[in-house]
């Protein structure tokens, strides 16, 4: 993608080198980066941990130490399926994400095997605040992270979708979870994870300037989440906005950067909105 955004910028500046000054730094102009994560407090999020009720940060699972947002788990007993989310209070629909992570340490008692070295970005999430005590997941498109082993292949990456199906290859896509095609991360590194979406019409996973993964039409649909409000599960909705989580299910993970461009004002000028995210990426 950066390739051809380069020619396509050296090809604009050729054209636009009599025009004048203003013209240029409007074609230019990009969005900031918001810092979801500020590196010092987790004030502007909602964290919702299943048997707990939303706002409470349950064992300080979720906590900021040495300027990262940290997942730990040495207030528990048992993880005793406590699955927790943690959602950012502005809810947004056209963005690109970019989440910088990496697994620590080992997982903690009681947590299930398919989820060592495992977590995730929730995106077009629920309200937290709807999420019940009991309920397990939030309803929302889920970009999966996980981690090598060190010798076996394990992608990231992945989508999985507790509440909601996808189109993939024009065929609404029902199964839970389906794997990327990236890499295998090992051990402790850092892996910095990107999320194209584009409110209700594509979403795009992408790692080391590859999409790995893309999928259409993000909706409201299928099992793999219990115990929620019927009322929030509208099935067929399709999902144009929504709240992102950092997932939490029993693996110690470190976030050091959590950054968001907001799209949301060029998402009606397709030739700038593609423009912007090539940029971006």
Not at 46 to 67: M, S
């Amino acid at each position: 993608m950066k390739l051809t955004f380069l020619s396509l910028l050296a090809a604009t500046t050729l054209f636009s080198a009599c025009a004048s000054h203003k013209d240029t730094s409007t074609m230019n102009s990009s969005p900031k980066p918001l810092q979801l994560f500020n590196g010092k407090d987790i004030k502007n999020w909602t964290p919702k941990i299943r048997l707990h009720e939303p706002g409470e940060n349950y064992a300080n699972t979720f906590r900021v130490e040495d300027g990262l947002l940290k997942i730990r788990y040495d207030g528990y007993d048992d993880f005793n399926q406590q699955y927790g989310h943690l959602a950012f209070n502005t809810p947004y629909s056209y963005y690109v994400l970019r989440i910088e992570y990496r697994f620590v340490n080992e997982q903690t008692k009681g947590g299930e095997g398919w989820a060592w070295r495992n977590s995730g970005a929730m995106l077009h999430g629920q309200d937290p605040n709807t999420m019940l005590k009991d309920q397990d997941f939030p309803i929302s498109i889920e970009g999966q992270m996980l981690g090598g082993n060190g010798s076996d292949e394990r992608t990231t990456s992945n989508l999985c979708t507790p509440g909601t199906n996808v189109v993939i290859a024009d065929k609404l896509f029902t199964p839970h979870c389906t794997s990327s095609i990236s890499k295998t991360y090992h051990g402790d590194q850092w892996v910095t994870a990107e999320f194209v979406v584009l409110g209700d019409s594509v979403i795009k996973h992408v790692l080391d300037d590859q999409v790995v993964l893309e999928y259409y039409k993000p909706q409201v649909g299928g099992g793999s989440v219990n115990n929620f409000d019927p009322k929030q599960k509208q099935d067929g909705k399709l999902l144009e906005s929504g709240f992102i989580y950092l997932q939490s299910e029993s693996h110690p993970i470190d976030f050091r950067k959590v950054e968001l461009y907001d799209l949301a004002p060029y998402k009606e000028d397709t030739q700038k909105l593609d423009e912007i995210i090539n940029q971006i990426l």
